[in-house]
């Protein structure tokens, strides 16, 4: 992994509290994320997919709905195989491409 930097992330923001995570990473998708492009499943309309790689090797992905400031959801997953049927193929073959590993798209043809 490149140089980790600190990242730093609003999950949730309301009038009454903020919910703030903090950990060391680089971010793998663009500051516009990434959009599913997956005919097989649908996807919220709007929602769109943030990729960083922690400095321990996992995987976090943050949900964006474009409706608010702050991300809808945050998970992490222990490796690329876990984001399997959770986030968009097309996102999941970005973030291999990003961290230097293999990933093929599975079609329903």
């Known amino acids: 992994m490149s140089q980790a930097n600190e990242i ?3 999950i949730e ?3 009454q509290f903020t919910v703030t995570k903090r950990f060391e990473g680089r971010w793998l998708s663009g500051e516009d994320g990434l959009y599913p492009d997956d005919e097989d499943k649908m996807w919220m309309a709007g929602i769109s997919f943030h990729a ?3 400095k321990g090797g996992r995987i976090v992905i943050l949900t964006d ?3 608010s ?3 809808d ?3 992490v997953f222990a490796s690329i195989d876990d984001l399997d ?3 968009p193929e097309n996102v999941i073959s970005a973030i291999a491409n990003a961290i230097g590993e293999s990933h093929a798209e599975v079609l329903n043809i």
């Open 8 to 10: 730093m992330v609003t």
């Open 69 to 71: 400031e702050s991300f």
């Open 52 to 54: 960083v790689q922690t």
């Open 65 to 67: 709905d474009r409706n």
């Open 85 to 87: 049927g959770k986030v």
């Open 73 to 75: 959801s945050m998970e």
């Open 13 to 15: 923001e309301t009038e």
